[in-house]
């Protein structure tokens, strides 16, 4: 008689999550690396809003209403399956 069934198994002996070694930064080294990521979040910021302004309010908004009457549609047809039954 089966006591135990396993489906999965990890085996996680000697595997390595992350990078090998943990870099720290020097002093100079960790102004120079703070100020490249602050450029970058604010190279991020304007990229993210000029996409924000490029979509037009109308875009948006049909975009909404398309994803709210296809998730309405599917969701009618998975409950109204699921309710019929067996029928055959």
């Given at each position: 008689m089966v006591r135990k069934i396993t489906l999965f198994e990890f085996h996680m002996d000697g595997s390595q999550f992350g990078p090998a070694t943990i870099q720290t930064?020097?002093?100079?080294?960790?102004?120079?690396?703070?100020?490249?990521?602050?450029?970058?979040?604010?190279?991020?910021?304007?990229?993210?809003?000029?996409?924000?302004?490029?979509k037009s309010a109308m875009v948006t908004?049909?975009?909404?209403?398309?994803?709210?009457?296809?998730?309405f549609f599917l969701l009618w047809v998975l409950f109204s399956r699921l309710s019929s039954g067996d029928e055959e």
């Open positions: 930064a020097t002093e100079s080294e960790g102004v120079e690396s703070e100020a490249d990521e602050s450029e970058a979040n604010e190279s991020e910021a304007d990229e993210s809003a000029a996409d924000a302004e490029s908004f049909f975009q909404g209403v398309l994803v709210f009457f296809v998730l």
